[in-house]
């Protein structure tokens, strides 16, 4: 895909096809195709409330924000036009660098942004679906002949527009746009976890076979790393009050773990074993758990709650 892209050929990721082209660095197009935005759990805030997270269904409305001629996929609507097509998907919001996004705006690479029936663009459910970062429902690469794009537009004859401009660009013989992106990602270092001291961790370990880490283990073994994978999650619950007390209700809602394939665990023990702790920059569904039990299972006591997951590396051989 790769190598007819850079010929200027049409590349539209659709959904799981939007997560192949960012994963792959061929959205947003950087140097060398560095990984540069990512796609993560959607989050339904309205409010200033969690209503919803993960997977979601519905019609949205999607604005076009940038110039017809900009990218393939846009050609045959007006700047500020917008077209009503579905979308269902977990994880569907884009997040982006805020010096990264800048430099995209100013690209004109934003080309869907998701508007309310009178073009509005509101930062905030039901409008913005799934909490995407500038309400984007579609990015484009410098050239404009790659779209990544979360909603479905042929699924519905509304969607026909995106698909005739494809149709126009290859027929003018992709007429490829001559912007360039570029972006210094900031490097982070790796610092000792400690937890609150006023808090309990949780290790949540899973009973049936876990088929994301043996995903990883197998990915990491097609590029020659000799290790074994496991995965934990890690719920570390802040309190104010009896510890006892609190814990005991909040293992009897069954929220933050399904007892019957989950349980409490331990962390991994072992001189080869490394362990990584890693957090969403935002824990919505950290954030969702909290409001549930708060309000809705009505727990005093609990100031924080933070999700994670320990990925646990032991290397079989080598060094």
């Given at each position: 895909i790769r190598l007819e892209a850079e010929k200027g050929k049409p590349v539209l990721g659709i959904c799981n096809g939007a997560q192949i082209l960012v994963e792959?660095?061929?959205?947003?197009?950087?140097?060398?195709?560095?990984?540069?935005?990512?796609?993560?759990?959607?989050?339904?805030?309205?409010?200033?409330?969690?209503?919803?997270?993960?997977?979601?269904?519905?019609?949205?409305?999607?604005?076009?924000?940038?110039?017809?001629?900009?990218?393939?996929?846009?050609?045959?609507?007006?700047?500020?036009?917008?077209?009503?097509?579905?979308?269902?998907?977990?994880e569907g919001r884009f997040i982006i660098p805020n010096v990264l996004l800048e430099k995209m705006i100013s690209n004109n690479q934003t080309v869907y942004r998701y508007c309310d029936d009178n073009?509005?663009?509101?930062?905030?459910?039901?409008?913005?679906?799934?909490?995407?970062?500038?309400?984007?429902?579609?990015?484009?690469?410098?050239?404009?002949?790659?779209?990544?794009?979360?909603?479905?537009?042929?699924?519905?004859?509304?969607?026909?527009?995106?698909?005739s401009s494809m149709k126009e660009f290859i027929e003018n013989e992709n007429p490829v746009s001559d912007h360039n992106l570029s972006f210094d990602r900031p490097h982070y270092e790796m610092t000792d976890y400690k937890a609150n001291s006023n808090a309990t961790e949780w290790i949540i370990d899973m009973i049936i076979t876990d088929n994301e880490a043996s995903s990883v283990r197998n990915a990491l073994d097609h590029l020659g790393h000799n290790v074994s994978i496991a995965r934990q999650t890690h719920w570390e619950i802040s309190m104010d009050?009896?510890?006892?007390?609190?814990?005991?209700?909040?293992?009897?809602?069954?929220?933050?773990?399904?007892?019957?394939?989950?349980?409490?665990?331990?962390?991994?023990?072992?001189?080869?074993?490394?362990?990584?702790?890693?957090?969403?920059?935002?824990?919505?569904?950290?954030?969702a758990k909290y409001e549930s039990l708060k309000e809705r299972f009505e727990i005093d006591g609990i100031t924080d709650l933070k999700r994670g997951v320990i990925w646990n590396v032991t290397v079989n051989s080598g060094s």
């Open positions: 792959s660095g061929l959205v947003p197009g950087l140097k060398n195709y560095r990984v540069g935005i990512a796609l993560t759990d959607n989050k339904r805030v309205q409010g200033g409330h969690v209503i919803g997270v993960g997977y979601y269904n519905t019609w949205a409305n999607l604005k076009m924000s940038a110039p017809s001629n900009r990218c393939a996929f846009t050609r045959h609507l007006n700047s500020g036009e917008w077209i009503k097509i579905p979308l269902a998907h977990g073009g509005n663009i509101v930062d905030e459910f039901p409008t913005n679906p799934n909490g995407s970062m500038y309400n984007l429902a579609a990015v484009c690469n410098p050239a404009g002949n790659i779209m990544a794009m979360m909603p479905h537009p042929e699924r519905t004859e509304k969607g026909d527009v995106v698909f009050g009896d510890r006892e007390s609190i814990l005991k209700k909040i293992d009897a809602t069954g929220e933050l773990y399904n007892s019957n394939k989950e349980f409490i665990s331990q962390p991994k023990d072992s001189e080869k074993n490394t362990s990584f702790l890693v957090r969403q920059k935002e824990d919505m569904l950290g954030r």
